[in-house]
């Protein structure tokens, strides 16, 4: 478990734990835990409980279900059952715990099933214990278990099941399907009606030991039958468990103990399903903060889609000025920043000096160095080679996972992240990206850190997680704070180690889905996974390709415009053709006069300086359950953006959408914008009419009339401010430019504080009285830019 994780875990435990009340016996009466709007009702004919959200059912007949040694248990067998309820304080803020116990069942453990309460939020969490008098084992705990038929949703074809995948390799899709089928959904699902919005979350919160998996059978696409939500899933997605003879299988790792913990589950009602997907990933954020990142979003270009594995010294550094003469002059960098990256192949095409001065050209370009690594895999499968960095301590054989005494591959063969070996082998690297000046590295195939095993090298760990942990903390520590990771293949939680992710797998330039990804497929990943930007500073759309000869009819120009807009309304910036018509591997001029075309429209760059992910619009109006949404917005201050794609080959699209769903009206509407053509326009009635082209792309910013009221700046932001909370007293504001006026708010918005400064870039100031919670940080520089972070006290 890594320190950061104790540390907010610590902060779990309660502050103030004066046992309130409790009830006993009889087991069979009913008993209700109210708090707010919720209520856990206990049938006592049963021993399940029902969530209640309102005053109606939303699941009934829940309890756990657990697996303690050889033995599978659940809490209804139990003929002993004891409440317990505590006040609770905690990074959630404050609220109440119930701790319903099941105990008497014959040589077997008790069962805890734990709730947490706070005032504020539309969600609970919940937990399950084992807890017994000897040690015992598990690897497979559910918190939430109930095989009761549940409608919550009004019937209507617009339910919808939601499944996000384990990790992003081998081309999986998020599926968003109808409530007739089972499925099993990774960390998190939500069930909802996309029609009016709402549906419930489930998911798990931390992420320090199990894999969590929830399960799922809809019926009639109303109900569903079946919900369960456990610590211990392997799955062929989770790539533990496979069909090929050659990759050997494993089941979930278990856990020792007199007392087990399952993961900690969220589960909220919520009006509207994104928004709780939303808070989901907060509750994330709140445990396991995101990596810090002071610099805005990353422009730049990498090297794999283009130069492949004929990247050379000669044709990068060609690019590097291309880049630096024609697109940085003409909007296409941040911050006066472009990151020039080398992909796979740079350890065979660059001796050590060539890699010094490809990162000094990039230097005096203005630019910053980016290269390519996965720490955790061997590829080629010699395990008798000697690892680098260990004076030949260790063989990769020493270092290799393992399952049933075979080396464990998903593409390359995993190393274990707890070795020592492994450590060394990240020493060895690491210090030389940083001797050479290096600060931004592409971490890929990172998710064989997480697989199942044997046994790990550290014997206090015993899952995958606990392993993924352990060796992605001793990365970062290893990096340091002011190296960008980002994390290419990799496990979507946990999610702390990167400073961004690659939301879908590899990603060209082709509009429909073919043998490659392409835009479809990468949006697919957006319209169900944008919400990970609250867990990570950026969300990746991987590498934009505008050109290919041998592809002309997929790189035409509106499959161009939707390629960009793809990766801006996601995340970080990247290039990706082969823009050098210098070395080995020249690409082609035209490449060149299509990125100048493209990439070079500076109000669409401006949406990618926001570095946030769109949302979608509807959430059920994909063409199939594994396609993408054609709509999506984003609101800010000032502006609410609207885009539309057109997947169809030859149609185009005409149609109207109410300005409602959008969340304003016309009379607030100062200006409507397509910002590809430059074209104004004006709303029709209460709606707004738009036009795509096929296979083509329509952004819509719409001008609001008037600004928001509580004077937070949603999105509109660069991230120039840092803010962090030293001893939960004081607050530390560090500033790229002078600051003038400070803000702090609450996160309902409320004025905590407002304060004008003598044009400081650092200033502190006592929080000391602060409620617990998050805050935001509003500050206006001296020369009139606004720039906002958050912190937690």
């Not at 005096?364 to 260990?390: D, L, M």
Request: net charge negative; aromatic share 12%; charged share 25%.
């Amino acid at each position: 478990m890594t320190n950061h994780i104790k540390k907010s875990l610590m902060l779990l435990i309660c502050t103030s734990c004066l046992c309130l009340s409790a009830w006993a016996s009889p087991a069979s009466e009913d008993k209700d835990i109210s708090y707010g709007k919720w209520k856990i009702s206990y049938k006592g004919d049963t021993k399940k409980v029902n969530f209640v959200r309102d005053g109606s059912n939303i699941l009934t007949d829940v309890y756990v279900k657990a697996k303690a040694g050889n033995d599978t248990v659940n809490s209804f067998e139990y003929s002993d059952v004891v409440l317990a309820k505590e006040t609770v304080s905690d990074i959630f803020g404050t609220g109440e715990k119930y701790t319903i116990t099941y105990s008497g069942l014959a040589g077997k453990p008790s069962l805890l099933q734990i709730f947490y309460f706070y005032s504020g939020h539309d969600y609970f969490l919940t937990e399950a214990r084992i807890v017994s008098d000897t040690e015992t084992s598990s690897n497979y705990i559910a918190p939430v278990y109930t095989t009761a038929e549940n409608t919550f949703l009004p019937t209507d074809n617009s339910n919808r099941a939601l499944r996000v995948p384990f990790d992003n390799d081998g081309f999986v899709h998020y599926l968003s399907s109808p409530l007739t089928a089972s499925d099993v959904s990774f960390e998190v699902t939500s069930i909802f009606n996309g029609k009016n919005r709402k549906g419930i979350v489930i998911g798990s919160v931390e992420h320090d030991t199990w894999k969590t998996g929830i399960k799922y059978t809809g019926k009639d696409n109303k109900s569903i039958t079946k919900l369960a939500c456990y610590g211990g899933i392997t799955h062929e997605l989770t790539r533990d468990i496979s069909s090929d003879v050659n990759k050997p299988s494993k089941e979930h790792g278990s856990i020792k103990g007199k007392d087990l913990k399952s993961p900690k589950i969220l589960f909220g009602v919520f009006d509207d399903w994104r928004r709780g997907m939303e808070q989901f990933g907060e509750a994330n954020a709140l445990i396991a903060p995101p990596r810090k990142w002071t610099g805005g979003t990353p422009f730049g270009w990498n090297s794999w889609a283009g130069m492949v594995q004929y990247v050379n010294p000669e044709g990068v550094k060609d690019v590097s000025d291309y880049i630096k003469t024609q697109l940085q002059p003409n909007n296409f960098e941040n911050n006066n920043t472009v990151y020039i990256g080398l992909d796979s192949w740079w350890n065979e095409n660059f001796t050590d000096n060539d890699l010094r001065l490809f990162v000094e050209h990039c230097k005096v370009n203005g630019q910053e160095a980016g290269i390519y690594w996965g720490p955790f895999s061997e590829w080629g499968g010699n395990g008798e080679r000697y690892v680098e960095g260990t004076s030949g301590e260790y063989q990769y054989k020493d270092l290799y996972l393992y399952a049933d005494g075979r080396p464990r591959k998903i593409e390359s063969w995993a190393l274990d992240p707890t070795h020592p070996g492994t450590k060394m082998l990240i020493d060895f690297y690491v210090k030389k990206f940083k001797s050479f000046g290096f600060s931004y590295i592409k971490l890929d195939f990172i998710n064989s850190g997480i697989l199942e095993a044997d046994s790990f090298y550290n014997p206090k760990v015993t899952t995958g997680v606990q392993a993924y942990n352990e060796g992605m903390k001793y990365l970062t520590d290893a990096c340091g704070d002011d190296m960008f990771l980002a994390l290419s293949i990799a496990p979507t939680f946990p999610a702390q180690y990167g400073t961004s992710k690659r939301i879908s797998c590899d990603t060209w330039g082709a509009m429909t889905e073919g043998e490659y990804g392409t835009t479809g497929y990468m949006l697919n990943s957006l319209s169900f996974g944008w919400w990970l930007d609250r867990v990570y500073p950026f969300n990746d759309a991987d590498h934009i390709l505008l050109y290919n000869p041998d592809e002309a009819n997929d790189y035409k120009d509106g499959s161009n415009r939707a390629r960009v807009t793809s990766a801006v309304i996601t995340g970080i910036y990247m290039l990706g053709d082969n823009l050098s018509l210098k070395g080995s591997h020249q690409g082609n001029y035209t490449a060149r006069v299509k990125n100048k075309a493209f990439v070079t429209n500076k109000d669409i760059n401006d949406i990618a300086r926001m570095g946030k992910s769109f949302y979608p619009v509807d959430g059920y109006m994909a063409a199939a359950p594994g396609k993408a949404e054609t709509l999506y917005m984003m609101e800010t201050d000032t502006y609410i953006y609207f885009v539309a794609f057109n997947f169809d080959k030859s149609q185009v699209k005409q149609a109207e959408i109410e300005l409602s769903r959008l969340g304003i009206s016309s009379d607030r509407i100062n200006e409507i914008k397509e910002l590809w053509s430059g074209n104004i326009s004006q709303p029709n009635g209460e709606k707004l009419a738009y036009s795509v082209a096929p296979q083509d792309v329509s952004v819509y910013r719409i001008k609001k009339g008037s600004g928001n009221p509580s004077g937070v700046e949603k999105n509109e932001v660069r991230k120039s401010l840092t803010s962090y909370v030293e001893n939960n007293s004081k607050l530390y504001l560090q500033s790229e430019k002078a600051m003038k006026n400070i803000q702090i708010l609450s996160v309902d918005g409320r004025i905590m504080t407002k304060k004008r400064v003598n044009n400081e870039t650092d200033y502190q100031l006592s929080v000391n009285s602060y409620p617990t919670g998050v805050y935001i940080v509003l500050i206006e520089t001296s020369d009139g830019e606004k720039l906002q972070d958050r912190f937690i006290k």
